[in-house]
């Protein structure tokens, strides 16, 4: 996979920019942004398409996934350390090794998560289904680029030996709590006391 396919995908990660203000997505919207950065995160070895055009479309895919992300009360996307340790979401990726893969792989992390609760029907903070998505794709970066990220590498570990779904279940726990601590417990809806990208500082 090219890097600079793999740094336009990064770069489409702005978080909360102006872009986001214009309309608010809707569920067929982004189920299609899924799917077309589904088609072009991996690459497609029948019919591959020019670096800049895949880059393109997985840049306006993830930006379409991202809005959506934060806008709807649909789903619940935590972006917490414990849930996505490869990235600082707070600092950004830009010092960080590797930040073009880190953005692509963030992009499909956060793809998962929202595609799991849409398809169940019910928001979920669970980072699981986020986790096999970035795993799947990170395994084709990892070959195609010679990749290794230290935080994936520990999760693709444990999604090899069977562990990945405890730990999951012990990140949220942990994410919860921590937002627990810094804001105090919710008296509201469930969404504000979940770990979601609505409530990250």
């Given at each position: 996979?090219?890097?600079?396919?793999?740094?336009?995908?990064?770069?489409?990660?702005?978080?909360?920019?102006?872009?986001?203000?214009?309309?608010?997505?809707?569920?067929?919207?982004?189920?299609?942004?899924i799917r077309t950065f589904d088609a072009n995160a991996l690459g497609s070895l029948a019919a591959p398409k020019p670096e800049a055009e895949a880059g393109a479309e997985v840049a306006r895919a993830s930006?379409?996934?991202?809005?959506?992300?934060?806008?709807?009360?649909?789903?619940?996307?935590?972006?917490?350390?414990?849930?996505?340790?490869?990235?600082?979401?707070?600092?950004?990726?830009?010092?960080?090794?590797?930040?073009?893969?880190?953005?692509?792989?963030?992009?499909?992390?956060?793809?998962?998560?929202?595609?799991?609760?849409?398809?169940?029907?019910?928001?979920?903070?669970?980072?699981?289904?986020?986790w096999v998505a970035m795993l799947r794709v990170y395994r084709a970066v990892k070959v195609r680029e010679?990749?290794?990220?230290?935080?994936?590498?520990?999760?693709?570990?444990?999604?090899?030996?069977?562990?990945?779904?405890?730990?999951?279940?012990?990140?949220?726990?942990?994410?919860?709590?921590?937002?627990?601590?810094?804001?105090?417990?919710?008296?509201?809806?469930?969404?504000?006391?979940?770990?979601?990208?609505?409530?990250?500082?």
């Amino acid at each position: 996979m090219p890097r600079l396919f793999l740094r336009a995908a990064a770069a489409s990660l702005a978080f909360a920019t102006p872009a986001f203000a214009s309309e608010t997505v809707t569920r067929a919207q982004v189920l299609e942004a899924i799917r077309t950065f589904d088609a072009n995160a991996l690459g497609s070895l029948a019919a591959p398409k020019p670096e800049a055009e895949a880059g393109a479309e997985v840049a306006r895919a993830s930006n379409t996934i991202l809005a959506y992300a934060l806008e709807s009360d649909d789903v619940l996307v935590d972006l917490g350390p414990d849930s996505v340790p490869w990235c600082d979401v707070k600092k950004g990726l830009s010092d960080l090794s590797n930040s073009g893969e880190r953005g692509l792989l963030l992009a499909a992390y956060i793809s998962g998560c929202v595609k799991a609760q849409l398809q169940s029907g019910k928001q979920d903070a669970n980072p699981l289904a986020g986790w096999v998505a970035m795993l799947r794709v990170y395994r084709a970066v990892k070959v195609r680029e010679g990749v290794k990220i230290p935080e994936i590498e520990a999760l693709l570990a444990m999604q090899m030996n069977g562990s990945i779904d405890a730990y999951a279940v012990a990140a949220l726990k942990r994410s919860s709590d921590s937002l627990r601590r810094t804001y105090g417990p919710s008296a509201g809806p469930p969404r504000q006391e979940s770990p979601a990208l609505a409530a990250q500082p």
